[in-house]
């Protein structure tokens, strides 16, 4: 069984390709707006890490983007996944929100937040327990074996 990070894809290719979903323990939603400006939406099937306490929901964090953007774009993943605002440091916890792990979410997800805001964005898998078949099923070029 392998354990497999799929990195650098498009919504489209996430989209075109469902992934076994009870094998997928993370994902995340990385949207660059400039050189120097990007964010990021992340799960993990254990839980967002909060201190030493999991969270489940999701988590957003923000690098060089005004502050306005950055209160734009929790607003609009809060109005699209809910959940109780929680704060640490320079991440935002989406707690118990409403969310799933399927391929048509995530790149929906993605593509939601390009066509808002003017953004790239990638999506990043990490999945376990895959068989070979299975691993060579996916996003092959895009593969990197995590140990």
Same mark, same amino acid.
């Given at each position: 069984?392998?354990?497999?990070? =799929? %990195? ?6 996430? *989209? ?6 009870? !094998? /997928? ?10 050189? &120097?400006? =990007?964010?990021?939406?992340? %799960? ?11 969270? *489940? ?5 923000a690098n060089g983007l005004?502050?306005? /953007? ?19 440091? =320079? ?5 118990? @929100?409403?969310?799933?792990?399927? +391929? ?5 997800? @993605? $593509? ?5 805001? +003017? ?7 990490? $999945? &376990?327990?895959?068989?070979? #078949?299975?691993? !060579?099923?996916? =996003?092959?070029? !895009?593969? #990197?074996?995590?140990?």
């Amino acid at each position: 069984m392998a354990r497999m990070l =799929y %990195w650098h894809l498009t919504p489209q290719e996430v *989209l075109a390709k469902p992934y076994p979903v009870d !094998k /997928l323990i993370h994902w995340e939603v990385r949207c660059t707006f400039s050189r &120097d400006s =990007y964010c990021s939406v992340y %799960w993990f099937r254990a839980g967002v890490p909060y201190d030493k306490e999991p969270i *489940l929901g999701i988590a957003f964090y923000a690098n060089g983007l005004s502050r306005e /953007l950055e209160e734009d774009l929790i607003r609009f993943l809060h109005e699209r996944v809910g959940g109780r605002l929680m704060r640490r440091s =320079y991440r935002t916890f989406f707690a118990e @929100a409403r969310i799933r792990s399927d +391929n048509e979410y995530v790149a929906g997800l @993605a $593509l939601s937040i390009a066509e808002r805001f +003017n953004a790239v964005c990638e999506i990043w898998l990490e $999945l &376990d327990g895959l068989s070979d #078949v299975e691993a !060579k099923a996916l =996003y092959t070029a !895009k593969a #990197v074996p995590v140990s």
